[in-house]
């Protein structure tokens, strides 16, 4: 299926590093060393970490496509939690951003299989990386998680100023890793972001679906387990 293609282009969060679950360790301790049992009178941090959740992935959205910027992606994601969840915004301590953005790209917890399958993939294919997260964060997973070495470029999209699925990120991977979009497959977990954004930039995609989502039509092709693009390559 894949045999004419040399170079693999994966996203970073949400397809290798576990976003949601790195963020949940963090706010869960935070939780408490804020006292924010007290705060929210709920004695565990489960509701607060799904609301949050849920307003990071509708902002981180908008942000993909352009709608808001950086600093307003992260002063509502916990401003629209407190709103949701009865507290004052004003009362959010800007020290407990400043503590989650320090601790949680330091945390290592990947997708099932993520090195095993990365190292089998680096010995046949040319590996690139195309992450719309934020510059600091993203090198701090890298270094932390070891996963640096197994990618031959980086682009991170607050660098060169374009996102995911502008095609012309695309476009600048491509000449960046020196690939042509023939021989290049882009694997995320993004539908609209990595693949359809791949797709409509001429490249074969492949979307990573671990909670098993209904395949939309337009997808060529899904995974459920990163282990199985070692029998698709």
């Given at each position: 299926m894949f045999n004419d293609k040399k170079h693999l282009f994966f996203d970073l969060d949400h397809t290798i590093w576990d976003?949601?679950?790195?963020?949940?360790?963090?706010?869960?301790e935070l939780y408490y060393r804020y006292s924010f049992d007290d705060l929210f009178n709920s004695p565990t941090s489960n509701q607060f970490i799904a609301t949050y959740t849920e307003n990071n992935h509708r902002l981180w959205n908008l942000y993909h496509h352009g709608k808001i910027d950086k600093p307003t992606l992260r002063k509502l994601r916990f401003a629209d939690t407190f709103s949701q969840l009865g507290v004052d915004p004003e009362l959010f301590p800007l020290a407990?951003?400043?503590?989650?953005?320090?601790?949680?790209?330091?945390?290592?917890?990947?997708?099932?299989?993520?090195?095993?399958?990365?190292?089998?993939?680096?010995?046949k294919y040319t590996l690139h990386l195309i992450s719309n997260g934020f510059k600091e964060a993203c090198e701090k997973k890298l270094e932390h998680s070891n996963l640096a070495p197994y990618f031959e470029t980086i682009v991170i999209s607050e660098i060169?100023?374009?996102?995911?699925?502008?095609?012309?990120?695309?476009?600048?991977?491509?000449?960046?890793?020196?690939a042509n979009k023939t021989e290049a497959v882009m694997i995320g977990d993004n539908l609209d972001a990595d693949v359809r954004g791949a797709q409509n930039a001429g490249l074969e995609a492949i979307?990573?679906?671990?909670?098993?989502?209904?395949?939309?039509?337009?997808?060529?092709?899904?995974?459920?387990?990163?282990?199985?693009?070692?029998?698709?390559?």
């Open positions: 976003f949601d679950r790195n963020a949940e360790e963090t706010l869960h407990f951003e400043e503590e989650y953005l320090e601790i949680c790209p330091t945390k290592k917890n990947l997708f099932p299989n993520a090195h095993e399958t990365l190292t089998y993939l680096k010995d060169i100023g374009i996102n995911k699925p502008d095609i012309r990120i695309f476009q600048h991977a491509l000449n960046n890793g020196k979307f990573f679906n671990p909670f098993e989502l209904e395949k939309p039509d337009d997808v060529n092709h899904m995974i459920k387990d990163l282990k199985e693009l070692q029998q698709l390559f």
